[in-house]
T-cell receptor, first 112, second 113 residues
């Protein structure tokens, strides 16, 4: 099955700086890649997703890039704010079903 | 997302007891999912259902059972065969087909008495 890995496990950034989280996946058939943000004790919330026919997608301060050849995709957060502090999960799935394989998460800490 | 309701928020299980976690959605989604989350771990798929009266095992189905008798409901039973049930359980739903965003409920935290 699909195996998704996230790096680094913890990331600390100064407020206003950029944060980048990278995920790698194993199944070349995967074609849907969402990112979720989870605050402590709360539900994961979808923040952005990308499909394999697109190389990059942006939504305000958040962007995701996909490199299908290298089988990795990255989340970019610019101008970080304290409310960006959370655990971020990446996931991957294939079209034939909607089974998501999740990474173990990255703790992002934005230092005021 | 307000359209997915999980209950109860906290649940305690005694030794040898089966407990059922509720998940209801009013988003008219065909597909529903159950995940288990342990500290420092990602979400692991327990069971999923793509249509009423049909469901498939995920990666960690042992010790769990589900039913999908109604489109809006997908209850999860944690049986006594699940020896380490303490975890945060998340239900999600999505439209049918691949590449559909999954939306999560608020979760149920299950602990052993």
């Amino acid at each position: 099955g699909e195996n998704v890995e996230q790096h680094p496990s913890t990331l600390s950034v100064q407020e206003g700086d950029s944060a980048v989280i990278k995920c790698t996946y194993s199944d070349s058939a995967s074609n849907y890649f969402p990112w979720y943000k989870q605050e402590l004790g709360k539900r994961p919330q979808l923040i952005i997703d990308i499909r394999s026919n697109v190389g990059e997608k942006k939504d305000q301060r958040i962007a995701v890039t996909l490199n299908k050849t290298a089988k990795h995709f990255s989340l970019h957060i610019t101008e970080t704010q304290p409310e960006d502090s959370a655990v971020y999960f990446c996931a991957a799935s294939v079209t034939r079903n909607n089974r998501l394989a999740f990474g173990k998460g990255n703790q992002v800490v934005v230092i005021p | 997302d307000g359209g997915i309701t999980q209950s109860p928020k906290y649940l305690f299980r005694k030794e040898g007891q089966n407990v059922t976690l509720s998940c209801e959605q009013n988003l008219n989604h065909d597909a529903m999912y159950w995940y288990r989350q342990d500290p420092g771990q990602g979400l692991r798929l327990i069971y999923y259902s793509q249509i009423v009266n049909d469901f498939q095992k995920g990666d960690i189905a042992e010790g769990y059972s589900v039913s999908r008798e109604k489109k809006e409901s997908f209850p999860l039973t944690v049986t006594s065969a699940q020896k380490n049930p303490t975890a945060f359980y998340l239900c999600a739903s999505s439209r049918a087909g691949g590449g559909q965003p999954q939306h999560f409920g608020d979760g149920t935290r299950l602990s052993i008495l």
